[in-house]
């Protein structure tokens, strides 16, 4: 039925946790406020970010940087600025897979195409250590565009090669890959590593699985 498989990136198959822990922290205590709670501060950060998805394109660096300054400003905190993000960007390459990422992928290669989906720049997708190739690669960079409007999925469809029904796609944000991709008619998988509650503003997924080994078995694999 599949012929093409896409994944969400970050949070997916890049456990994104103790990055962001660790860049955060680093983030406050520049900013002289390590007695701000990173998870929190990390939290209202990223939600900002998907606020922003939804406004005319910019770059993801300089999203992350406006929703920062939102953030300090949120916190209270008089002594962060904008640039103080790159502590963030310059840990992309330290960034690890989720174990079961590599063999999973190793065993859907050669029976579908694989494709990536990311609300992210280019260049910090290339810093990031995927270890494959991806038969297609969609940034926001190259769509102009990010996933809660649905542009990042119109590109994915519009290159994917096959038809809509055809696509499955795989994602850990319910706010970013459910509420971008249902209503274009696309199938999705929920990746809930984290075993959290569905918002119920957003439109259900197809599946619900704890990681994307689980797709093997959807998959007769």
Known sequence: MYKLLSFDVYGTLINTSPINAKAFQLILKEAGASNVDPLAFYQFWESRNIVHYREPYRSYREIGGLSLEEAFKNFGVVGGTADLIERYFELFPDMQLYPDVLPTLEKLAGKYRLAVVSNIDDDLLEATRLYREFDLVCTA????????????????IAHARVDVPEILHSGQSQFTDMVGGKPLGLTVCWI???SIDLHPSVPAPDQIF???RSLLPLLGI
């Open 192 to 194: 809930n590593r984290r």
């Open 141 to 156: 960079e190259r769509a102009g565009g990010y996933k809660p409007d649905g542009t990042l999925f119109r590109y994915l």
């Open 210 to 212: 704890p990681d994307i």
